[in-house]
Nanobody, 125 residues
Framework: QVQLRESGGGLVQAGGSLRLSCAAS????????MGWFRQAPGKEREFVSG????????KYADSVKGRFTISRDNSKNAVYLQMDSLKPEDTAVYYC??????????????????WGQGTQVTVSS
């Protein structure tokens, strides 16, 4: 059973930073792409960022490009999302998800089989 647990969310002022972490269970973590998604109230879940199994390739939504940075530490079964220059429109529940094995990350929610419970990020203006 794959378990993903996000942490690091909170309340921050516009222009501030947060670092989200996702801890994953299982011995094959290093072979899977990972992704971060977010869902704001009344909106559909949207792709934020993804990283390949090796960490060599990353993908970002246009709305966060240049502000957010995804990384992973396969020795710790963890993936991170560094969020800088936060804007009120970044307010959402953020989810990490496990993608395909030995694949590049996709922006499609259907490409992710396992999801965490989410962590709330609130950016005040």
């Amino acid at each position: 059973q794959v378990q993903l647990r996000e942490s690091g969310g909170g309340l921050v002022q516009a222009g501030g930073s947060l670092r989200l972490s996702c801890a994953a269970s299982g011995r094959t973590f290093s072979t899977y792409a990972m992704g971060w998604f977010r869902q704001a109230p009344g909106k559909e879940r949207e792709f934020v960022s993804g990283i390949s199994w090796s960490g060599a390739r990353t993908k970002y939504a246009d709305s966060v490009k240049g502000r957010f940075t995804i990384s992973r530490d396969n020795s710790k079964n963890a993936v991170y999302l560094q969020m800088d220059s936060l804007k009120p429109e970044d307010t959402a529940v953020y989810y990490c998800a496990r993608g395909g094995r030995f694949l590049d990350p996709t922006h499609e929610t259907g490409g992710y089989e396992h999801w965490g419970q989410g962590t709330q990020v609130t950016v005040s203006s």
